[in-house]
């Protein structure tokens, strides 16, 4: 028998992929660099379905039915491109390469045009949910071609999260466009997440609540609007205590956020594309500040001034009535900017498929997301429902429902933003999501100013509001005569 699907590289992602493959009927053909992986794999779960572990590649080539279809998880760059490589070599026309690791979405529209012009398919499929997800059902988005998705698409449901019985897999896109919408998950995972972050400092430093009563706050706003899964494993970190040292855990943890750089590409993307993702920005720039250990070492010595945040809201926290009301006041605020990030990341989305002549459904990139992947959240079933209705509208913001909300929990924003800044507790994403939606709202912005400056120093001109054309003022001269260059 020859194996539907193969995975090349087993590491965590790799050997997860694969078994879940196998769970769901599907003969898998699996190949590491080194053979010692592929042993593990067989001698560890070789029982829980049909493998076919191949030693060489020209092998595990051809234990694969036709069309080959073969999934790389291996390192992105160099390894990525020398295994595609080495597979096309082998491989005929009509055979399909998937790439599930996190690449670049360039990288993945480079990778598609170099194959198929070997008459081969080339999938930059993203994968999330990390390896619990790879194994028990991760949200998928693959790119490529819609005749690659007719071979890939029934494979990959097999192995999807559900969300309230539909597959999280769909096919986004033509080329890159799978790892594009990868990658905006990825911003709005850094956004959640900082978001998530800030409330905690808010409520921790400020308030003074401990590590357990902040579990149970946020395992109660699990139970509402928030209700997802990077707020239920919060409630877990919170709670959890450090076995060496019986202390908080979150206590014992350096307090320097890593990142592997799709959040960077995000937002480096976003401002290419002239985008605002303000949220996803301040929370890349967030964890940045975090790593910068030097410089937050020298700060401490020079003693920056500023109000203490340890117990700024003392007083608050005092009064039971007043303490339920401000934590209130935080789950509206974090709502609010999520909706925020979650606006921006789709505005991003859709400039993204417009740049590069894309037809992504945005309706069904948030149904894909309501399972298996970290974003997966119960609000997105909202978010599906406002690009699902047919409505035109620029931003989420717009939406109806959404609109509601931010109306609903705006005046306890504001409240959280303006004590965070006189408590000295930096919330970047609270505010600069505020920033973004009173900047959205303005009839007027002080942009006007702006054009002055540049008509002033440079000549770059300025439109009128009361006329068409390019006009610019002759600065320099007495009587500053306004010119209509066109
Ligand atoms: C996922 C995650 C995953 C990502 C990690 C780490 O959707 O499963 O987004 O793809 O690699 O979250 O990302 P950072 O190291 O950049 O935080």
């Known amino acids: 028998e020859l194996a539907n699907i193969g995975v090349v590289g087993l590491a965590a992602m790799g050997a997860s992929l694969a078994r879940n493959l196998a769970h769901h009927g599907n003969t898998v053909a699996v190949y590491n660099r080194h053979y010692s992986r592929t042993e593990t794999l067989i001698n560890e779960h070789g029982d829980e379905g049909k493998f076919i572990p191949s030693k060489t590649l020209e092998e595990f080539v051809a234990s694969l039915a036709k069309p080959r279809t073969a999934i790389i998880m291996v390192k992105a760059g160099d390894p990525t491109d020398q295994m595609i490589n080495a597979l ?11 790439d ?10 480079r990778r598609e045009k170099a194959i198929r012009a070997r008459g081969l398919h080339f999938v930059g499929c993203g994968v999330s949910g990390g390896e619990e997800g790879a194994l028990k059902g991760p949200s998928m988005m693959p790119g490529g071609t819609e005749e690659s998705w007719k071979t890939l698409g029934p494979i990959l449901k097999t192995i999807s999260a559900q969300a309230e019985g539909e597959p999280c897999v769909t096919h986004i896109g033509s080329d890159g466009a799978g790892h594009f919408v990868k990658m905006v998950h990825n911003g709005i995972e850094y956004a959640d997440m900082q978001l998530i972050s800030e409330s905690y400092d808010l409520m921790r430093r400020g308030l003074g609540l401990s590590v357990d009563e902040l579990a149970d706050v946020f395992a109660e706003w699990n139970k509402g609007d928030l209700d997802s899964y990077l707020i239920e494993i919060t409630a877990e970190v919170l709670r959890h205590k450090d076995a060496k040292t019986g202390k908080p855990f979150l206590d014992i943890v350096v307090d320097r956020a890593g990142m592997k750089g799709t959040g960077t590409w995000t937002v480096q993307t976003a401002l290419s594309l002239g985008t605002p993702v303000t949220g996803i920005g301040e929370a890349v720039f967030a964890r940045g500040l975090s790593s910068e250990a030097d410089l937050r070492a020298e700060a401490q010595t020079k003693g920056l001034a500023g109000p203490e945040p340890e117990g700024a809201f003392s007083a608050i926290a005092a009064d039971p009535e ?4 401000f934590i209130e006041d935080v789950r509206q605020a974090l709502y609010a900017s999520k909706i925020v990030a979650y606006a921006q990341g789709f505005n991003e989305i859709e400039e993204g498929a417009k740049e590069y002549n894309w037809k992504i459904d945005l309706g ?8 298996g992947c970290i974003i997966r959240a119960k ?3 909202r978010i599906s429902d406002a690009y699902d209705s047919g409505e035109q509208f620029g931003s989420l913001l717009f939406d109806p429902f959404f609109k509601a909300a931010v109306e609903g929990a705006q005046a306890s924003w504001r409240r959280v933003v303006a004590r965070a800044a006189e408590a000295g507790i930096p919330v970047p994403v609270f505010s600069s999501s505020l920033a973004y939606y009173d900047g959205l709202r303005s009839k007027r912005l002080p942009a006007a100013l702006i054009q002055g400056q540049r008509d002033f120093f440079g000549a770059h001109t300025y439109g009128r509001v009361d006329e068409p054309g390019v006009f610019h ?6 009587g500053r005569k306004e010119i209509k260059q066109a």
């Open 88 to 98: 096309a070599d082998l491989m005929e026309p009509g055979d399909i390469i998937v």
């Open 100 to 109: 599930a690791g996190n690449a670049y979405f360039k990288d993945t529209i």
């Open 322 to 325: 007043e303490r339920a009301a």
């Open 364 to 371: 069904a990139v948030a149904r894909i997301w309501r399972g």
């Open 379 to 381: 609000f997105l079933n």
């Open 473 to 478: 003022t002759l600065w320099a001269e007495p």
